[in-house]
């Protein structure tokens, strides 16, 4: 304070502060002792960064209860020498005024290394701090303690909420792997994974919440899962999975025969097309797979059934799209001649509106546009390049039209 007193207001001020400060400590530090992090850490068997980290807080937590008895007797001292006269002397002011301000806490004393001191230095120092630096130094500890506790209530909140569902999970599948007769060994695997996880959530739950190997676990649960199920929807719906691949083939069938017609057709018409010929080996290739799935039910495992009949489900779907793919683009070919024409038709028409129906060379440009377009086989590259011109030559007269009248 610099030789400064406090008068008497100031320093009941003062004194209500810490007196208060010291209330809401002792409580915070009770709630601190009775918090879920606390439970569960004093009386467990500890390892890895949980240890570490638990071995940090008690420490600190020590400290604080001595910092705070260091600062409960201090007020407490301060508070006898308030009371000593209702109207406190200078002498008592004085008094008062380095108990509130001064540095009276003693901390316990550090030893200083040998070769840090001289040969009369002394061997150990003392700090003595104020109370308000006492207090800073108390908050400090506290939130460090507070942290520890929290992040280990919360990571063993996580954990517990994370393990005993997956716990619960993995018993369901493994009742229906052994209904498939498949996955023993992973479901097995998965399980001694799982009480591992367990286990260092009892005694490393930082470290667990850390590297975290729930969602790893619950990945494999839910994707043997999904496996399973797969195998018993196979192992139920087998007969009717056969069905609807016997539909799908038959689908595949009817667009390969359609696009071989409509090839035929199409190549009367259609100058060099440019398209493969389309054949039947999509639908063969499938009725081949289909025949070996059926001969084996009954003989091979519902895994390798269901691996087979997924991959044939995959292949049949293929082989729609392609058939559908090749026949849109035979027809395309016939849906392009098509357009041409309609464009012929309608230039044609906006010839005659615009005033050249009796236009010489537009009439011959028209003529040689409707000769390739249709003629059979149509040259559809030629028959472009033809329409095209027409149409160019009548913007071109329309513009001319134009710069004219202005």
Excluded at 68 to 84: I, K, L, M, N, P
Excluded at 249 to 260: F, H, I, M, Q
Aim: glycine share 6%; aromatic share 4%.
């Amino acid at each position: 304070m610099g030789g400064i007193v406090l008068g008497r207001e100031e320093v009941d001020r003062a004194l209500a502060a810490v007196q208060g400060d010291s209330d809401r400590i002792a409580a915070s530090l009770v709630e601190m002792d009775a918090h879920p992090g606390h439970q569960l850490l004093k009386n467990a068997a500890l390892t890895g960064l949980t240890a570490t980290r638990w071995g940090q807080a008690r420490t600190a937590m020590t400290t604080l209860w001595e910092q705070f008895a260091s600062y409960r007797d201090s007020v407490a001292r301060a508070q006898e020498v308030r009371a000593r006269r209702s109207r406190p002397g200078d002498e008592e002011l004085a008094e008062l005024t380095n108990i509130l301000h001064g540095p009276i806490v003693e901390l316990d004393s550090e030893a200083i290394p040998i070769e840090r001191r001289g040969l009369t230095g002394p061997a150990q120092v003392t700090e003595r701090i104020t109370l308000a630096e006492l207090l800073s130094r108390m908050r400090q500890a506290f939130d460090t303690v507070t942290a520890v506790l929290a992040a280990v209530e919360s990571a063993w909140s996580a954990a517990i909420g994370g393990i005993d569902p997956l716990d619960a999970r993995l018993h369901a599948v493994s009742v229906r792997a052994e209904s498939v007769g498949a996955a023993a060994d992973e479901v097995a695997a998965i399980r001694r994974d799982l009480d591992k996880a367990r286990e260092l959530v009892l005694t490393d739950v930082l470290t667990a919440h850390a590297t975290d190997a729930l969602p790893g676990l619950a990945r494999r649960i839910g994707e043997l899962e999904t496996r399973l199920a797969g195998l018993a929807q196979v192992r139920d719906r087998f007969t009717a999975r056969v069905t609807a691949l016997e539909s799908a083939l038959s689908d595949v069938e009817a667009l390969e025969a359609t696009a071989r017609q409509t090839y035929t057709a199409m190549v009367d018409k259609i100058a060099a097309p440019g398209l493969p010929v389309p054949g039947d080996q999509a639908s063969v290739t499938l009725r081949n797979r289909l025949a070996r799935l059926t001969a084996r039910h009954g003989t091979a495992g519902w895994d390798v059934l269901a691996r087979e009949a997924d991959e044939l489900d995959r292949f049949a779907a293929t082989a729609l799209d392609s058939a559908r793919t090749a026949l849109r683009a035979i027809t395309g070919l016939l849906d392009r001649r098509a357009e041409l024409r309609g464009r012929l038709e309608a230039y044609q028409v906006k010839a005659a509106r615009l005033g050249h129906a009796e236009d010489a060379e537009l009439a011959g440009l028209h003529g040689e546009a409707h000769q390739i377009l249709f003629t059979a086989p149509c040259d559809l590259a030629a028959a472009t390049r033809a329409l095209n011109r027409y149409r160019q030559a009548i913007q071109d007269r329309t513009q001319s039209r134009e710069e004219r009248t202005e």
